[in-house]
């Protein structure tokens, strides 16, 4: 039983250009959402979060965004650059603080 | 820099024998937590520590056993590895394991030490 799901394994996006990487969750009592970056050999970097009480958080390129009626958000990049490839994860967390992690997306972002 | 250490980064060891995994912080976070990794998964989490109050995850096999003899030290002993015990270990802390204000916690992860069962 996944509670957070990132259905596309892979992306590839053209430099410059945007990638949006996605992530559903099911469980309401979910707060508090972060993207992890993961580069092989190497453990999650902790990206950007958002809290529940907000729809959007920018960080310079980043941008998640929460649909908390769709229990959806997504991760923008923009403009992506060829450092941006890695595996990324979206997790959630609920008042316990626990993280449910999604599987991983690995994005490629080719010159 | 503060930060979280996993020795060692690759680790060997042999079917059914004994392993222990290491991981330090200089975060002084109050949590420390222990996740399983296998390839193209989820971080699976196994355990976690609030200051000396260990927490164990209702499916983490009896196999799988932690130490946090201090704030900033944490251990996974593995009494006797399977092969299906081969991953990546994952250590992470955080700050606190509360929310205030709806700000939630976030968790700074080590590099992971890949274990390897013969």
């Known amino acids: 039983d996944q509670q957070v799901k990132q259905n596309s394994p892979s992306l590839s996006v053209q430099e410059g250009r945007i990638s949006i990487l996605n992530c559903d969750y099911t469980?309401?009592?979910?707060?508090?959402f972060l993207w992890y970056k993961k580069y092989p050999a190497e453990g999650p970097t902790f990206l950007i979060s958002?809290?529940?009480?907000?729809d959007k958080n920018e960080d310079g390129r980043f941008t998640v965004f929460l649909n908390k009626s769709a229990k959806h958000l997504s991760l923008h990049i923009v403009p992506s650059q060829p450092g941006d490839s890695a595996v990324y994860f979206c997790?959630?967390?609920?008042?316990?603080?626990?993280?449910?992690f999604g599987q991983g997306t690995e994005l490629s972002v080719k010159p | 820099d503060a930060m979280v250490i996993q020795n060692p980064r690759y680790q060997v060891t042999q079917f059914g024998k004994p392993v222990t995994l290491s991981c330090s912080q200089t975060?002084?976070?109050?949590?420390m937590y222990w996740y399983q990794q296998k390839s193209s998964q989820a971080p699976k989490l196994l355990f976690h520590?609030?200051?000396?109050?260990?927490?164990n995850e209702a499916d983490t096999p009896d196999n799988f056993q932690s130490r946090r003899p201090n704030t900033s030290f944490c251990f996974l002993d593995i009494r006797s590895p399977g092969l299906g015990d081969a991953a990546m270990y994952l250590c992470?802390?955080?700050?606190?394991?509360?929310?205030?204000?709806?700000?939630?916690?976030?968790?700074?992860f080590g590099p992971g030490t890949r274990l390897l069962v013969l």
């Open positions: 520590y609030y200051d000396k109050d260990f927490n």
């Open positions: 992470a802390t955080s700050r606190d394991l509360g929310r205030l204000a709806g700000v939630g916690e976030t968790q700074y």
């Open positions: 997790a959630a967390s609920d008042q316990g603080g626990k993280l449910i």
């Open positions: 975060l002084n976070h109050n949590v």
């Open positions: 469980n309401s009592m979910f707060d508090y």
């Open positions: 958002i809290s529940s009480i907000k």
